[in-house]
């Protein structure tokens, strides 16, 4: 397989991942760009990321330094103004803004994206306790915004 | 979950379109190693390695200060002294701040001492970058000790109000009856210098001491930059109370980490040695709490936070390491070091985390200790959790 095959492949792979995590922790706009930009430079440096034992959290982390910012900015949304979606649950998008970038990152990846809790720490490249704890406050946060009740 | 797990699935499907992977490929040229380039980067190297090689056999030629000494840096006007005949080593590590609680946080010290034994025998100077989030008595003072007191006017406050006079000197006689002197100067919270000598006249004791209280921002820079991986550390202290009784009042910023570390079991594991709320010194007025926590072998994990101000300069706490963006725009600080991790978080209202892990077994300093293992993603990691469960 040629350079340009693989990481095809590769990118093809991995673009899902880094679109939802970052979209999840950056909103749609900054979190769309950091993915590309990751994945330019993954192109650029192909020889050098393929290499790598987890190109995926590379690029993840990559993508995370892209969007350095000042703090005391205001918090990204999950909406731009041309796209609303009003066939989905109304309060989800507000709901999902009331959870931590983290948690975000994490609920989406296991709830929605049906990941593995070992997956989301090997990619967001944090402690699975850590993954588990997200995980749990995240949905808890979820449940109480959206008042769904898990009467199971 | 699954209904609302889909539809966030939909939300992200509709609402984030897929980046183009084959526009990526077609706009952009990769990057590659062609053969005139790496020709090119090996003459590069070749070259260092004979001028690194010519160099070595200059320095073997000059005069040798010691076995362990690196070389003595030309910028120490500030301990006004003719170190001609000098030696300077970087110490390593020891412990930092001060009183048998405070000494929580490594910190980096350089020794000066004789390489030859001079006229009034052996004398030996530390000068190490400790923590001044307090400043305080720290030696035993004996009956027969003077305390010089604080310096009357504060020898520098420069032009930044970053640098202010916490000063304390004392004269010490030990067990011996050795006359040591010890000049503590306190920075707002990036750290002081300690000076100690054995068998120092008192005159040659001041003279070190009223010289080093003129060094500038500029000088205290330069002074932080000896010290590559950092040289401040944080302490928790009893002697600046919030009650001002010296005792450790468990006040809601120390509480409230207490019920974070509750909910991340490897540090709910630990045993929690002390949990304080304290006045802040230094130029970010306020309080600031925490906890430090024991492992089995002593080492500990010290959680402190506090509210800054925008315009609060992490050099207060951290030396000036790696900076990166947290997930929701946090500023993150990091410390590494063979004998210590630090994590500073600050987020977007001000709230800060410093965590901060030995890594040696303090009963055998550079020696791995307990917590060890922990590594620097996972500290990474625990500030963050511990920003986001405190300010929850």
């Known amino acids: 397989m040629d350079g340009e095959a693989a990481f095809v492949e590769f990118a093809r792979a991995v673009e899902p991942a880094l679109r939802v995590a970052l979209v999840a922790a950056h909103g749609v706009d900054r979190g769309r760009e950091a993915a590309n930009d990751a994945l330019v430079y993954a192109w650029k440096h192909w020889d050098r990321v393929q290499g790598l034992d987890n190109p995926a959290g590379y690029l993840y982390r990559l993508a995370e330094r892209s969007t350095r910012q000042r703090r005391f900015r205001p918090p990204a949304g999950l909406e731009t103004q041309d796209h609303r979606h009003p066939w989905v649950e109304p309060r989800l998008s507000s709901a999902l803004l009331a959870l931590s970038p983290r948690q975000r990152q994490v609920v989406v990846l296991i709830e929605s994206f049906e990941w593995t809790q070992a997956e989301v720490a090997d990619f967001l490249g944090i402690g699975l306790s850590s993954v588990q704890t997200h995980l749990e406050r995240g949905l808890a946060r979820l449940r109480h915004e959206l008042r769904v009740w898990d009467h199971g | 979950m699954g209904d609302i797990g889909r539809e966030i699935r939909e939300l992200f499907d509709e609402v984030v379109e897929p980046v183009d992977i084959r526009g990526i490929v077609a706009l952009h040229r990769r990057r590659r190693w062609r053969g005139w380039q790496i020709a090119f980067a090996a003459g590069v190297v070749a070259l260092l390695v004979v001028g690194g090689v010519l160099l070595l056999g200059a320095l073997d030629s000059a005069p040798i200060a010691g076995p ?190 207490l019920e974070a570390v509750d909910q991340i079991p490897e540090l709910a594991a630990l045993t929690v040695e002390l949990a304080a709320d304290h006045a802040s010194l230094g130029d970010e007025p306020g309080e600031w709490g925490g906890v430090s926590l024991l492992a089995e072998d002593g080492s500990r994990i010290e959680i402190i936070t506090q509210m800054v101000s925008e315009n609060f300069d992490p050099l207060l706490v951290i030396g000036p390491d790696t900076q990166e963006t947290g997930p929701h725009g946090e500023d993150i600080f990091l410390r590494e070091s063979d004998a210590v991790f630090q994590v500073v978080v600050i987020d977007q209202d001000g709230t800060m985390i410093n965590l901060i892990i030995d890594r040696s077994d303090p009963s055998q300093p550079g020696t791995p200790g307990a917590l060890s293992q922990i590594g620097l993603d996972e500290a990474r990691e625990w500030a963050l959790l511990l920003l986001d469960l405190i300010t929850d």
């Not at chain 2, 350089?110 to 989030?133: K, L, R």
């Not at chain 2, 919270?189 to 001491?209: R, V």
């Not at chain 2, 009223?210 to 000088?219: A, L, N, W």
């Open chain 2, 68 to 257: 362990s000494d690196t070389t003595l840096p030309e910028d120490l006007p500030y301990l006004g002294l003719d170190l001609d005949g000098w030696a300077v080593t970087l110490a390593g590590e020891g412990a930092g701040g001060c009183g048998a609680l405070d000494e929580v946080g490594p910190a980096r010290q350089m020794s000066y001492e004789p390489i030859a034994p001079i006229d009034e025998g052996p004398i030996h100077i530390n000068v190490g970058v400790f923590s001044a989030a307090t400043i305080c008595d720290e030696l035993p003072m004996p009956d027969d000790a003077a305390d010089l007191g604080p310096p009357a006017d504060p020898p520098f406050v420069n032009d930044h109000g970053f640098i202010e006079v916490m000063g304390h000197r004392a004269r010490v006689f030990d067990e011996q009856g050795t006359f040591q002197v010890r000049w503590l100067i306190g920075t707002a919270g990036a750290g002081h210098i300690h000076i100690f000598g054995n068998n120092l006249t008192a005159e040659d004791a001041e003279a070190i001491a009223e010289s080093v209280v003129e060094i500038d921002y500029v000088q205290w820079q330069s002074i932080l930059a000896l010290f590559p991986e950092g040289g401040t550390t944080t302490t928790i202290a009893s002697h600046d109370s919030v009650d001002g009784s010296g005792d450790l009042p468990n006040g809601p910023l120390s509480s409230a980490v």
